[in-house]
């Protein structure tokens, strides 16, 4: 198998993006980031309380939270970091199965990373590696203010 060079500027690591979480919302959800590959990140996060809605199941926007995170991070790790931004201009989600406990964990994959828009693929699975929730980011590559 051919191996794919890396779509990462710059040098990157997991402790380079679990200290982009402090003070944020991703914090608050103990996002945490465990895997960078050539064309993808992996994060987990608990399904606690905090994530959960009021009948005990893992909240929809709790996922899109992690999704929106895990895409925003891959596009700024895939940008010119000391002359650019990446915001996000649109997500959306299917919410395909119910989680009630353990953690899940997202797979970001790039779509698209080339001019000002960046595309993502996340997919989130329970601990038993089920589909869970599969969800589209879109990022806008904008001048840093």
């Not at 959800?29 to 960078?36: R, W």
């Not at 050539?38 to 009948?55: G, S």
């Not at 926007?61 to 991070?73: P, Y």
Request: hydrophobic share 45%; charged share 20%.
């Amino acid at each position: 198998m051919i191996e794919k060079p890396s779509i990462w500027l710059g040098e990157i690591s997991l402790d380079l993006l679990n200290d982009l979480n402090k003070n944020t919302l991703g914090e608050f959800f103990e996002i945490k980031f465990i895997e960078i590959g050539p064309n993808y990140l992996m994060a987990q996060m608990p399904v606690v309380e905090k994530t959960k809605q009021p009948f005990g199941l893992l909240h929809g926007g709790a996922s899109v939270a992690l999704a929106e995170t895990i895409g925003s991070v891959a596009s700024w790790c895939a940008i010119n970091r000391e002359k650019f931004i990446a915001v996000g201009i649109e997500i959306n989600a299917s919410h395909l199965k119910s989680v009630t406990h353990g953690v899940v964990t997202a797979t970001c994959t790039a779509i698209k990373t080339s001019g000002k828009l960046h595309a993502w693929q996340i997919d989130i699975r329970n601990g038993d590696y089920e589909l869970c929730c599969v969800s589209r980011f879109t990022s806008m590559v904008v001048p840093k203010p």
